[in-house]
C-alpha cells in the first residue's frame, strides 16, 4: 500500500495558517495556526461551542474558511474544488466519528472495502486490503455490522479511515460512546496509528485520559490554539 505521508516526512501533513473563521457573525477562528506531521499525534480540547468540530470540517474542506490556508498533503483544501477536493479527501484524509458511522447493513469488510472502492482501488485489492487491516485492528468477520458492539464499531470505522493509507487520520470523539474498558482499547489502538501507517492523528475530544495519551495536547479558547499540557511542545505549531 502505498503511504500518503511517506512522500516528505519533514513536511506537516497538515498546516493551518492564519485560519480566520465567523459564524452567524460570532468569531471563532482568529488567525489560527496548526501544523501536524507524519507519524505524530495532537489532540485539540476546548469548551463546548469553541469550534473544535468546524476546525475538522475546514481541514476536510467540508466548510470554506473566511481567512487562511489548510494544506493536507500539500494542497490548500480551501482552493480545490468540486471532484479534484472530493479525490484529494479521499486519498489523503481518513475520519472517525464518535459513533462509527458505519453502514449497519453492510459487513465490516464490505464498509471498509467500500472506501477503498469508491476511491477507485479495484475489487480484489480493495477486499484483500479491507481483510487484512480488519484482521490488524482484531474485528471478527460478521455478515452485518448491525449487531456488533461499540468497540467493534470503531475499530472497524479505524480501518475504514486507514484503508487508502491516508496522511491525516481525523476523529472527532471517537471514544465518546464507548465505556471505560472499550475506550481505552479503541483509543490504545488509535494511538498506536501515526507510528504504524506513518500517519499524522488530529483527535478532537473532551475526554482529558485520551487527550493526555497524543504528542501534544491542544487547547482551541478564544479562537486559537496554546498548549494544554506541560509535555505539549509549546504550542500548535
Ligand atoms: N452551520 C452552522 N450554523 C450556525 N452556527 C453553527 C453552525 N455550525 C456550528 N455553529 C456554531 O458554531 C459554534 C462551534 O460549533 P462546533 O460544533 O464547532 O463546536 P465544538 O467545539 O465542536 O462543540 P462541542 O464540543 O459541543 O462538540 C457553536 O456555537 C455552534 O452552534
Do not use: W
Not at 53 to 71: F, M
Not at 123 to 149: G, K, T
Not at 201 to 225: F, Y
Amino acid at each position: 500500500m502505498e503511504t500518503g505521508a511517506s512522500q516528505n516526512m519533514n513536511e506537516p501533513v497538515l498546516r493551518v495558517a492564519g485560519l480566520g473563521h465567523a459564524v452567524s457573525g460570532r468569531r471563532l477562528f482568529e488567525s489560527l495556526d496548526l501544523d501536524v506531521r507524519a507519524c505524530e499525534s495532537v489532540a485539540i480540547t476546548g469548551p463546548s461551542g469553541s469550534g473544535k468540530s468546524t476546525l475538522l470540517s475546514c481541514v476536510l474542506g467540508l466548510i470554506r474558511p473566511d481567512t487562511g490556508a489548510v494544506e493536507v498533503a500539500g494542497s490548500d483544501m480551501t482552493v480545490l474544488r468540486g471532484a479534484a477536493l472530493a479525490r484529494h479527501r479521499s486519498r489523503h484524509i481518513g475520519m472517525v466519528f464518535q459513533f462509527g458511522e458505519l453502514l449497519p447493513e453492510l459487513s465490516p469488510l464490505d464498509n471498509v472495502a467500500l472506501a477503498a472502492l469508491l476511491a477507485g482501488v479495484p475489487r480484489q485489492d480493495a477486499y484483500r486490503q479491507a481483510s487484512a487491516l480488519l484482521a490488524e485492528l482484531d474485528v471478527p468477520r460478521a455478515s452485518s455490522s448491525e449487531h456488533m458492539s461499540g468497540g467493534e464499531r470503531q475499530r472497524t470505522a479505524v480501518a475504514r479511515a486507514l484503508i487508502n493509507s491516508p496522511a491525516l487520520l481525523l476523529a472527532d470523539e471517537p471514544t465518546g460512546a464507548l465505556d471505560t474498558e472499550t475506550r481505552d482499547r479503541v483509543a490504545d489502538l488509535l494511538f498506536s496509528m501515526p507510528a504504524r501507517h506513518q500517519c499524522g492523528l488530529l483527535v478532537v475530544t473532551h475526554d482529558g485520559s485520551i487527550a493526555r495519551r497524543a504528542d501534544r495536547t491542544l487547547a482551541l479558547v478564544g479562537g486559537a490554539l496554546t498548549a494544554a499540557n506541560s509535555s505539549g511542545t509549546g504550542g500548535a505549531r
